[in-house]
């Protein structure tokens, strides 16, 4: 990131092939439309470029990095709004969400997806940046602009709602423990 | 501050209320403002976000310390405002704090452009609140009635002026990024 920040455009190939998967995947979570996730990735490198010195070297990358996604993103909601543009129809477009290791083996991917759609967005949100891409609740405070407890305090809520969503229970989780 | 000093002088109530005193309600709140305005350029780098309620919180408190400095500097040596120059001294001090708290409030907007705010409209608001307070604490240096009507209204008056300028600076720069979206 430092000598992409120098101007080395080798180092920008590197950083958007490592960057790439998880960006789209986040944009993917947050949109539920593919192209939309697609068109915004391209505008998010494009953010990334122009605000390469807001970067500060001794943070990770990957958070600042989802930072600018994220804004992106709420800049786009925000013009589809004044667009009056709907949004899709989450549950029939639905594209493949990243899934949280915790709960891989409860159901099948397209079940888990299903049910992942219908938790609220910030808890979602919160959830996947701790349990898909391994953030700190730190990290996803400063990401988010909340307080670290409420972080995870989403997170867990957010993992609650799914297993809800799920149907699997704290109950049924001691039952296949015994 | 140094403008407020040479070009209008001191207030003349400086003695009465202790040149330690005067100085040292003037810079806590200048520290305060710069404080939020601060606070305010951190929440457009991205991934180093403050947490949104702590920054509500702090910017509140920071009002209530602009009415406890003015209610100490009331108790200290009160000077009420002439009956009848009650709308000339208002629109004087509304008017000075105001323009004094515009060039903080543009080198804040200038920093706060180059980031990636989420929240435009929340971010402007704290850096002009922030200016609002610095721009305040030099012209308090000069002016010395401190009747709670003519602070309210004219000095307070103009904090709340400057944050709504930023508000709406934070307002056109969000509207500007959607425009190049649609």
Excluded at chain 1, 120 to 145: M, N, Q, T
Excluded at chain 2, 27 to 53: E, F, H, K, N, S
């Amino acid at each position: 990131m430092v000598s992409y920040q120098a101007g080395t455009l080798k180092a920008f190939e590197m950083l958007y092939s490592a960057m790439k998967p998880r960006l789209l995947q986040y944009l993917l979570s947050l949109t539920f439309d593919p192209s939309r996730a697609e068109d915004l990735l391209q505008e998010t490198f494009l953010q990334l470029h122009r605000s390469r010195r807001t970067y500060q070297p001794r943070r990770p990358v990957m958070p600042w990095a989802f930072a600018i996604t994220r804004h992106v993103f709420l800049m786009d909601r925000r013009a589809a709004k004044r667009r009056e543009q709907h949004e899709v129809d989450e549950l029939a477009n639905l594209p493949e969400l990243p899934i949280p290791a915790d709960v891989e083996q409860l159901a099948d991917r397209e079940l888990i997806g299903k049910a992942l759609s219908r938790v609220s967005e910030p808890r979602r949100e919160a959830l996947l940046l701790h349990h898909v891409w391994g953030f700190s609740f730190g990290e996803i405070g400063a990401l988010l602009g909340i307080r670290k407890g409420t972080a995870k305090l989403r997170a867990y809520r957010g993992m609650q709602s799914l297993r809800q969503e799920l149907g699997v229970d704290r109950t049924d989780k001691l039952e296949k423990a015994k | 501050m140094a403008l407020a000093l040479v070009g209008f002088g001191i207030r003349v109530d400086y003695e009465i209320l202790g040149p330690r005193t005067a100085w040292a309600l003037a810079l806590t709140q200048l520290a305060v403002g710069y404080l939020l305005a601060i606070a305010g350029l951190r929440m457009v780098i991205p991934g180093a976000l403050l947490a949104a309620g702590s920054v509500r919180l702090a910017a509140i408190l920071a009002i209530l310390s602009h009415v406890g400095i003015a209610a100490f500097t009331f108790q200290r040596s009160p000077v009420p405002v002439a009956e009848d120059r009650v709308w000339e001294l208002w629109a004087i001090c509304f008017l000075i704090t105001f323009l004094m708290s515009l060039l903080p409030l543009a080198v804040a907007v200038a920093f706060a452009s180059k980031g990636l705010p989420c929240n435009p409209i929340f971010v402007g608001t704290l850096c002009g609140l922030g200016a609002g307070l610095a721009g305040e604490a030099a012209w308090r240096m000069h002016c010395h009635y401190t009747s709670w009507e003519h602070i309210l209204a004219a000095h307070t008056g103009a904090v709340l002026a400057a944050a709504l300028v930023g508000a709406l600076a934070g307002f056109l720069w969000q509207r500007r990024q959607i425009a190049l979206r649609i």
